[in-house]
Each structure stands twice: as C-alpha cells, then as structure tokens.
C-alpha cells in the first residue's frame, strides 16, 4: 500500500530534452483538440436530442413547440401559477363533428360479402 501512495504522490515527470518537451506539448495539445471536438459534437447531439424529445412532446399532447415553451416557462419560473391546461385540437380528417367515427368490425364486413 506504501508504494501506491508514493506513486499518487509523485509528479509527473517531464524529459529535460527541449525538443522532446516541444514534441510532447504538441501532443498534448493535438489530444486536447481532439477531446474538445469529440465534446462540441456531443454537445450538438444533445441538443439535437433535445429538440427532437420536446418536438415529440409537443406532438404527442397537440400542441406546438411554442405553446410547450410556454407551459414549461410557466412551470419553471412561476411554481405557485398554476399550469394551463393542454388545449384539446380537433382533427380535421375526422368527417364526423363531436363524434367519434366509427370502425366496422369484422363480423359486419362478413355480413356485406353475403349480400354482395
């Protein structure tokens, strides 16, 4: 366990060769780069992930991501404002008006076949 410790406790230890010094700085500093692009792209698929989440939030409840924005900007800086309700959008594929369409079912379908 001693020698752990010890090997915690000791510094880095660089080469004393200018140019080896010179050599290994630009390494380190090519790595950098390198992890600094890695963590830009991952910054920019996060956010990408974000918006597709809220987008589909939004869709999944009808609204748009506007109105999403302003639920959730009331839900974070007003806590004791209550939050509004979602508003309800009607379809307008939907031929029937207040009523739900109605599927045949399978047995009414066998029905028509014999009439045919």
């Not at 010179?22 to 830009?40: C, G, I, P, S, Y």
């Not at 589909?56 to 839900?75: C, N, R």
Request: net charge negative.
């Amino acid at each position: 366990m001693n020698e752990n410790q010890n090997n915690e406790n000791k510094k880095k230890r660089y080469p004393s060769d200018r140019l080896k010094l010179h050599a290994l700085l630009e390494k380190k500093e090519q790595e950098l780069r390198e992890l600094q692009d890695e963590v830009q792209e991952l910054r920019e698929r996060v956010k990408q992930a974000d918006f597709t989440a809220i987008n589909a939030t939004a869709a999944l409840y009808h609204v748009t991501p506007e109105m999403f924005d302003e639920i959730m900007q009331i839900m974070k800086g007003e806590r004791d404002r209550p939050v509004p309700s979602v508003p309800m959008m009607e379809t307008a594929a939907s031929p029937l008006t207040g009523a739900e369409e109605e599927i045949p079912d399978e047995e009414d379908d066998s029905i028509d076949d014999e009439r045919a």
